[in-house]
Nanobody
Framework: QVQLQESGGGSVQTGGSLRLSCAAS????????MGWWRQAPGKGREGVAAINAHGRTLYSDSVKGRFTISRDIPKNTLYLQMNSLKPEDTAVYYC???????????????????WGQGTQVTVSS
């Protein structure tokens, strides 16, 4: 079992920046995919960014060029640097991890077995 704990959420104005962190503990896997998802009020959960063990990344069109995902494997920590934030980025952000190794990188919630509790990001205009 893997435990994921997000931190770094908060409230910023349009154009501001935040950096989310996700600390993984337990039976971690250095060869897995990890990702960030978000859920805005009244909407479904959507994939934002994902990264595999080799550093290959995947971004949703809505955040491409503004968000950067990275991971520190020795520290078992995942990051999401969010710049040029917009009100539509307001959501609860979740860290997710795949249980298995070296699976294709994709935005499918069935491809991620472990989920954090989420951290709130609020962007005001």
């Amino acid at each position: 079992q893997v435990q994921l704990q997000e931190s770094g959420g908060g409230s910023v104005q349009t154009g501001g920046s935040l950096r989310l962190s996700c600390a993984a503990s337990g039976d971690t896997n250095d060869s897995n995919n990890m990702g960030w998802w978000r859920q805005a009020p009244g909407k479904g959960r959507e994939g934002v960014a994902a990264i595999n063990a080799h550093g290959r990344t995947l971004y949703s069109d809505s955040v491409k060029g503004r968000f950067t995902i990275s991971r520190d494997i020795p520290k078992n920590t995942l990051y999401l640097q969010m710049n040029s934030l917009k009100p539509e980025d307001t959501a609860v952000y979740y860290c997710a991890a795949d249980k298995y190794s070296n699976r294709p990188l994709q935005f499918a919630d069935w491809a991620f077995n472990y989920w954090g509790q989420g951290t709130q990001v609020t962007v005001s205009s």
